[in-house]
T-cell receptor, first 115, second 110 residues
Framework: EPEVTQTPSHQVTQMGQEVILRCVPISNHLYFYWYRQILGQKVEFLVSFYNNEISEKSEIFDDQFSVERPDGSNFTLKIRSTKLEDSAMYFC?????????????FGEGSRLTVL | GEDVEQSLFLSVREGDSSVINCTYTDSSSTYLYWYKQEPGAGLQLLTYIFSNMDMKQDQRLTVLLNKKDKHLSLRIADTQTGDSAIYFCAERPGYSTLTFGKGTMLLVSP
């Protein structure tokens, strides 16, 4: 089965620090997403990215967050100044965009702990 | 607005069938998904169904979709202890983003 890989698997940071989470999408996929899951809660949509720009974002995705695909390979989520409530598991997901498939694959997640 | 509802907990014995139910609200949902999450792990795509289908079978998994009632179910035949996990239902309107339910914790006892 194709894989979405995420790094780091776990990051601990101090409040106010910048964090970058990285995702390597499946190679022929065109749509990329970030979701987060606060411990014990539901998985929440953050942002979707297509054709090198944000296509949709949620209320959670405020000015502290940004995404980019700097080298055509990695898809990154940056949190500019982390807050305690940013502690969560962050999942990257990718989708091919093909009309005959709905397969949307998730990575293993990056656990962010903000102290 | 979009909302996906699931029961929170299901307990079955090994060898029995498990049925996890889900209701959704967005009638324009193109795809409906079931993901499995084991403790501390990521989201594993189990199966999905296109909205013009009413049933999909994949080995031990059977997905039933009732579009009229906006009801989706996942049946796991011959449930094993390794099936113990949280199962998330998700809907997807068009090619837009997924909306997840809160997840159903399946506990399989020997």
């Amino acid at each position: 089965e194709p894989e979405v890989t995420q790094t780091p698997s776990h990051q601990v940071t101090q409040m106010g620090q910048e964090v970058i989470l990285r995702c390597v999408p499946i190679s022929n996929h065109l749509y990329f997403y970030w979701y987060r899951q606060i411990l014990g809660q539901k998985v929440e949509f953050l942002v979707s990215f297509y054709n090198n720009e944000i296509s949709e974002k949620s209320e959670i995705f405020d000015d502290q967050f940004s995404v980019e695909r700097p080298d055509g390979s990695n898809f990154t989520l940056k949190i500019r100044s982390t807050k305690l409530e940013d502690s969560a598991m962050y999942f990257c997901a990718t989708y091919s965009g093909g009309s005959n498939t709905g397969e949307l694959f998730f990575g293993e997640g990056s656990r962010l702990t903000v102290l | 607005g979009e909302d996906v509802e699931q029961s929170l907990f299901l307990s079955v014995r090994e060898g029995d069938s498990s049925v996890i139910n889900c209701t959704y609200t967005d009638s324009s949902s193109t795809y409906l998904y079931w993901y499995k999450q084991e403790p501390g792990a990521g989201l594993q795509l189990l199966t999905y169904i296109f909205s013009n289908m009413d049933m999909k079978q994949d080995q031990r998994l059977t997905v039933l979709l009732n579009k009229k009632d906006k009801h989706l179910s996942l049946r796991i035949a011959d449930t094993q202890t390794g099936d113990s996990a949280i199962y998330f239902c998700a809907e997807r309107p068009g090619y837009s983003t997924l909306t997840f339910g809160k997840g159903t914790m399946l506990l399989v006892s020997p």
